[in-house]
């Protein structure tokens, strides 16, 4: 578990399907603009467990972690991040994805969670990159990664299919302080 001011860190497991699956649901419309387009099986208990049971498997296979901020007085998911597509060897880098629920957007949260996980992924995984990408339109993801250190390394044209449309992506990294 990794502790913030606000909240606690803990790595998805199968005991959090529920809570995810409510989680998304609640936040689908806000989620949207950001996002693939979803078919109606990705908010289902079903797909849930299968997602957890995967990212239990990536983690003790040191693929992927993936972490569930909750809010300590109340059970709750206030926002999740993941590093993905770990790869080792001279390389020892990730990517990272993440999102704040509506409720909490603004507020700092997502920030206070990414700067824990971050320091975790640097300090006990040993990464020395750690990338994250983000839509031009998506100024608040803007925000986040330039106050956690992160620096623009390039631009790239028609990157992901979000929500039925190839949108650009503005491509950055932060690297660990050697």
């Keep these: ?39 109606e099986s990705y ?7 299968a997602h957890t049971e995967q990212a239990e498997y990536a983690a003790q ?3 992927a972690y993936h972490f569930i901020a909750l809010l300590p007085e109340r ?18 880098a990730c990517y990272l994805g993440y999102s704040i629920a509506s409720q909490f957007a ?12 971050i320091s975790h992924m640097f300090d006990q995984r040993n990464m ?8 031009p339109s998506n100024v608040a993801s803007a925000r ?11 631009y790239a044209k028609q990157y992901l299919r979000i929500a039925g449309k190839w949108e650009d992506h503005v491509l950055t990294a932060k690297l660990r302080a050697e």
């Design 75 to 92: 059970p709750q998911i206030a926002g999740l991040c993941s590093f993905t597509q770990i790869a080792r060897g001279p390389f020892q």
């Design 128 to 135: 020395h990159r750690i990338m994250a990408n983000y839509m």
């Design 144 to 154: 986040v990664l330039q106050k956690l250190g992160f620096e623009q390394e390039g």
């Design 1 to 39: 578990m990794i502790r913030t001011t606000r909240t606690k860190l803990v790595a998805l497991t199968s005991e959090y399907a529920e809570k995810l699956a409510t989680y998304h649901l609640e936040n689908r419309d806000y989620f949207a603009p950001w996002e693939p387009s979803r078919p």
């Design 61 to 63: 296979s040191d693929t």
């Design 43 to 49: 908010y289902s208990m079903e797909y849930w467990v």
């Design 106 to 117: 603004g507020q700092g949260y997502m920030t206070e969670i990414l700067e824990a996980a």
